[in-house]
C-alpha cells in the first residue's frame, strides 16, 4: 500500500497567517492527490482534487501544488471559519491512503 | 447534482451483522466507481472497501473475508453487508464516488459495535 505521510500534526496560527501542510507519498502517485477540511461531527470536505484543482465553492484562499510524491496544501491568509482538521489522500490505486491529518489551531 | 446519503448504521454487538446503503442520485452506480470510507471516534480516515464500474472489488485488509461491498443498479444503490462485527469496528462510515476527477462525499452513518 502506499503510505502517505502528511505534516505537522498539529499548528497554531493566528488570522491573516500563511499556512502550508505538506503530504508526501512512499511512491509516485502522480496527481492523484485530494486535500480536505473536517471539522468536529461533519464530514469531510473536499478543497482540492488532482492536487491543484480547486472544488467549486471552495474559496481561492485554498491551494494546492504537487505531483509525484511531493505535495502542499497552501491557505494564503488563514480566517477564521479556517480552523479544522485537514487531511490528504491518495486516489491513484484503488486502495486509498490518507494522511493522519493536521489540526490547525488558534495561537 | 451529484449526491450520496448513507443509511444503515446503528448499535450492534460483537458478532452480529449489519447491512449498510448508500442511495446515489445524480448519476448512476454502475457507471461509477464507489466506495467505502470509515472513520472511528476521534481517529483518522480510513479506506474500508471499493466497486468498479466494471464490478471488480477490493477490500482493506482489517475487513477481507467479513464485509461484502455490493450495489443493486435497479434502485440506483451502493451496499456494505459487515459480518462478525468487532468493536474496533466501530466508525462512522462513509460512501464516496468519483465525479469527474473529483470525489463527492455523504454526511456518513454512525456503526456501533458494543455490547
Known amino acids: 500500500d502506499i503510505q502517505m505521510t502528511q505534516s505537522p500534526s498539529t499548528l497554531s496560527a493566528s488570522v491573516g497567517d500563511r499556512v502550508t501542510i505538506t503530504c508526501r507519498a512512499s511512491?509516485?502517485?502522480?496527481?492523484?492527490l485530494a486535500w480536505y477540511q473536517q471539522k468536529p461531527g461533519k464530514a469531510p470536505k473536499v478543497l482540492i482534487y488532482k492536487a491543484s484543482s480547486l472544488e467549486s465553492g471552495v474559496p481561492s484562499r485554498f491551494s494546492g501544488s504537487g505531483s509525484g510524491t511531493e505535495f502542499t496544501l497552501t491557505i494564503s491568509s488563514l480566517q477564521p471559519d479556517d480552523f479544522a482538521t485537514y487531511y490528504c489522500?491518495?486516489?491513484?490505486?484503488?486502495?486509498?491512503?490518507f494522511g493522519q491529518g493536521t489540526k490547525v489551531e488558534i495561537k | 447534482e451529484v449526491q450520496v446519503v448513507e443509511s444503515g448504521g446503528g448499535l450492534i454487538q460483537p458478532g452480529g451483522s449489519l447491512r449498510l446503503s448508500c442511495a446515489a442520485s445524480?448519476?448512476?452506480?454502475?457507471?461509477?466507481?464507489m466506495s467505502w470510507v470509515r472513520q472511528a471516534p476521534g481517529k483518522g480516515l480510513e479506506w474500508v472497501s471499493i466497486i468498479y464500474s466494471g464490478s471488480s472489488t477490493y477490500y482493506a485488509d482489517a475487513v477481507k473475508g467479513r464485509f461484502t461491498i455490493s450495489r443493486d443498479n435497479s434502485k440506483n444503490t451502493l451496499f456494505l453487508q459487515m459480518n462478525s462485527l468487532r468493536a474496533e469496528d466501530t466508525a462512522v462510515y462513509y460512501c464516496?464516488?468519483?465525479?469527474?476527477?473529483?470525489?463527492?462525499w455523504g454526511q456518513g452513518t454512525l456503526v456501533t459495535v458494543s455490547s
Open positions: 489522500q491518495q486516489y491513484n490505486t484503488y486502495s486509498w491512503t
Open positions: 511512491q509516485s502517485i502522480s496527481s492523484w
Open positions: 445524480g448519476f448512476t452506480v454502475s457507471a461509477n466507481y
Open positions: 464516496a464516488t468519483g465525479h469527474f476527477d473529483s470525489i463527492v
